[in-house]
């Protein structure tokens, strides 16, 4: 996420030709859209790490519900 955040102002800031980023060149912005579609797309998925969130997510739920059934029965 925080690397399409740094996307989103590099357009920005390029766009609106502020300080030096008025001299840089889009390439390098599309560059870095570039790596971003690779990175979300192949190897976030090839270490795993969109499972991993999801996982966290369910043990997450899981742990809500298991306290939620414990506290109704006091």
């Known amino acids: 996420m925080p690397l399409?955040?740094?996307?989103?102002?590099?357009?920005?800031l390029?766009?609106?030709d502020v300080w030096r980023f008025a001299e840089m060149s889009w390439w390098w912005?599309?560059?870095l859209m570039g790596f971003a579609f690779i990175?979300?797309?192949f190897i976030e998925?090839?270490?795993g790490l969109d499972k991993k969130k999801?996982?966290?997510?369910?043990e997450q739920r899981r742990k809500d519900r298991v306290k939620q059934a414990f506290n109704k029965r006091k």
């Open 54 to 58: 999801e996982h966290n997510a369910d």
């Open 29 to 31: 912005i599309a560059g």
């Open 45 to 47: 998925k090839m270490l």
């Open 4 to 12: 399409i955040i740094i996307i989103a102002l590099l357009v920005g």
């Open 14 to 16: 390029r766009f609106f």
């Open 39 to 41: 990175w979300f797309e």
